[in-house]
């Protein structure tokens, strides 16, 4: 087999199958397989044509071969008609099986491409409201369901016509009447199923709907499991998941029983018929109006008919998850992506660094204003820093930068052109952002630092920006240096080392804008020093925003604002906030006697320092 994809499976883009009619969505969907798929239905009709050919072939031996009287001449063709017959049926429907197989398969790899590649573009927004489990969800199990519809409902239509056309053109060709009546379990089997359809919906929905609920449920479990442990909550999580699991347990009985529920109804119907045809054909022969040879395969071609009809009702009913697996992964398919190239203005010899708020007004969600009238200046190469209270917005004021959000009104000139002319693409090229919370693949710690660097890195280079971060040394006790893997198979690195490895791909990055999230936060103010150095020479020649609490890592800052809720409270150099009093002049106060006090209390218990 060809191990690499196709390149088309990437780029293909599946927004067209979005549409209120999921039954057209499919077949766009379907785009590039059609093909593969009528083939699929073409092998299969041949098949039944064969078996169709072999029931017509008893006919043929019980009527006519039997009542020659040189029947040896004829029975080894006979013979070899019976079993040509049954090669070709194999082989045709192995080859179905397989075409079958690449339709649904291939729109499946598709889908799940597509899906992946969406979701990686869609807004900061749509991920905060989002929960992680449910797009899992979508993105596996719906997309499962989904391959399930090609590989067996939109055959099975295909077949179940095919099956039908050739087998009921056959029972007419023997006897109208008997055709005709053979036949009369459509409608009732077609009402049950529609009648079931909706429920089964239902059900199905609720079911997908539960699962998603214990993937969250789980996937937050793991990645909070210090949480738990640190809380001692396991009993708790554990109730909580055995509730959520039960009731998935619940809605998948109630699944499977509405199909147990349906299945009897269709075979009793189906075994009526069946009862009913063979009775109605016996008088028949017994009239002289049919030969036994015509019983015979009339009694072969009512299974093949009678089967079909049977399946359709499953499959109607079958095909009811497929759709409500359309509708919740379209629901992700639906949202708008970000816009990444959108904005003319990209000055190729990067930015300079002015950035200018002015009156600038923020929202997460409507109605509860996150920032508001925020307005500072800073020039190229200044460094600002922001401090305030938890949820004062900090945070949000240095993610509009990137146009991780956009703001609502007011406006952010960066070199004097506003933030909505740059592309999404550029801006974020052009800033380096050190988050709150570092995150780390699981590759390997040289991947980790060239993260998004966009060209071919030297070891140099790297061992130099792992250097500066301070993070060098550490990575060299570890076995496999620079090509130790992080996380799960790796190592295990701590808070204040993921934050210097994310340092150093920043460094590394050598961004126009530099914003440092609370970078220091999870370091021991040793390791601070140490790395301040570090900070420094990062922060040299860019213009920088930093975020701490620690006064003593702001106050060399050109520029010092202090938030509270939303809004600049405080401005100013630190001699300057210092002289004014208010907010900042107690945070200092109170930050200098603790640590006046602490370093007396170590002192005192004679601590080296
Ligand atoms: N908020 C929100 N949706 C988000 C992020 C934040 O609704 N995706 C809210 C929570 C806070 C407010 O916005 O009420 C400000 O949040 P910030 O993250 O900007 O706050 P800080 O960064 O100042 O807080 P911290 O020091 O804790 O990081
Ligand atoms: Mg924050």
């Given at each position: 087999m060809n191990s690499n994809p196709p390149a088309q499976a990437y780029q293909f883009?599946?927004?067209?199958?979005?549409?209120?009619?999921r039954f057209v969505g499919f077949w766009r969907m379907m785009t590039g397989f059609r093909w593969l798929y009528f083939g699929a239905i073409a092998t299969l009709g041949l098949a039944s044509l064969f078996s169709m050919l072999s029931f017509l072939l008893i006919r043929y031996f019980v009527d006519e071969a039997l009542q020659q009287p040189d029947l040896h001449n004829v029975l080894p063709y006979v013979a070899l008609g019976f079993v040509g017959l049954a090669l070709l049926q194999g082989a045709f429907s192995f080859f179905s099986g397989r075409l079958t197989a690449q339709t649904a398969e291939g729109v499946a790899l598709r889908l799940r491409n597509y899906m992946f590649d969406h979701i990686q573009h869609l807004t900061f927004t749509y991920h905060d409201k989002m929960q992680t489990g449910e797009l899992i969800q979508r993105c596996t199990s719906d997309v499962d369901t989904i391959r399930r519809f090609f590989s067996e409902q939109a055959i099975g239509v295909g077949r179940i016509i095919i099956l039908f056309v050739i087998n009921f053109g056959a029972l007419l060709s023997l006897h109208v009447g008997l055709a005709l009546v053979s036949i009369l379990v459509l409608p009732p089997i077609i009402i049950a199923s529609l009648f079931f359809f909706r429920r089964v919906s239902k059900a199905w929905e609720a079911y997908q709907e539960q699962d998603a609920k214990l993937s969250t449920t789980l996937q937050e479990n793991l990645s909070g499991v210090r949480v738990v442990k640190a809380f001692a909550r396991q009993e708790y999580e554990r109730n909580k998941f055995e509730g959520d699991n039960y009731e998935k347990f619940r809605r998948g009985r109630n699944f499977m029983l509405m199909h147990s529920g349906f299945w009897p109804i269709t075979d009793i119907i189906c075994g009526a018929q069946i009862l009913g045809g063979y009775t109605l054909a016996a008088f028949l022969v017994m009239d002289g109006t049919i030969t036994i040879g015509t019983y015979l395969a009339y009694a072969g071609l009512l299974m093949n008919i009678i089967n079909p009809i049977r399946n359709l009702g499953r499959l109607i009913v079958h095909m009811s998850t497929g759709l409500v697996s359309f509708d919740r992964v379209s629901e992700i398919m639906r949202e708008a992506r970000?816009?990444?190239?959108?904005?003319?203005h990209q000055p190729t010899g990067g930015l300079r660094g002015e950035v200018v708020f002015s009156n600038v007004s923020f929202e997460y969600?409507?109605?509860?204003?996150?920032?508001?009238n925020i307005s500072f200046t800073v020039k190229p190469g200044q460094t600002v820093a922001l401090l305030g209270?938890?949820?004062?917005?900090k945070t949000s004021v240095v993610s509009l930068l990137p146009r991780f959000y956009d703001y609502k009104s007011g406006s952010i000139t960066i070199d004097g052109v506003?933030?909505?002319?740059?592309?999404r693409k550029y801006l974020r090229g052009q800033i380096g952002v050190v988050e709150q919370e570092p995150f780390l693949f699981s590759r390997t710690i040289r991947e980790n630092i060239t993260y998004g660097v966009g060209r071919e890195v030297s070891d140099d280079e790297v061992i130099a920006a792992a250097q500066a971060a301070a993070v060098h040394d550490v990575i060299m006790t570890?076995?496999?240096?620079?090509?130790t893997l992080v996380g799960e198979r790796g190592v295990t690195l701590s808070g204040g080392q993921k934050q210097r490895v994310v340092l150093a791909r920043t460094l590394l990055k050598d961004p126009r804008i530099l914003i440092l999230d609370?970078?220091?936060?999870?370091?021991?103010a040793e390791t601070e020093d140490s790395i301040r150095g570090a900070l420094l020479r990062l922060m040299q020649g860019r213009t920088s925003f930093v975020i701490a609490h620690r006064i003593q890592t702001v106050m060399h800052a050109d520029l010092i604002l202090v938030f509270d809720k939303g809004h600049i409270v405080q401005r100013g150099t630190h001699d300057e906030l210092l002289a004014q009093g208010g907010m900042y002049r107690r945070v200092y106060e109170l930050q200098s006697r603790i640590e006046d006090e602490l370093e007396k209390e170590i002192a005192s218990v004679g601590l080296p320092l």
């Open positions: 883009d599946l927004k067209h199958a979005v549409t209120k009619n970000e816009p990444l190239t959108e904005g003319q969600e409507p109605d509860t204003p996150v920032l508001e209270s938890t949820g004062s917005g506003e933030l909505r002319d740059y592309p570890f076995p496999d240096g620079y090509n609370d970078a220091t936060s999870s370091v021991d």
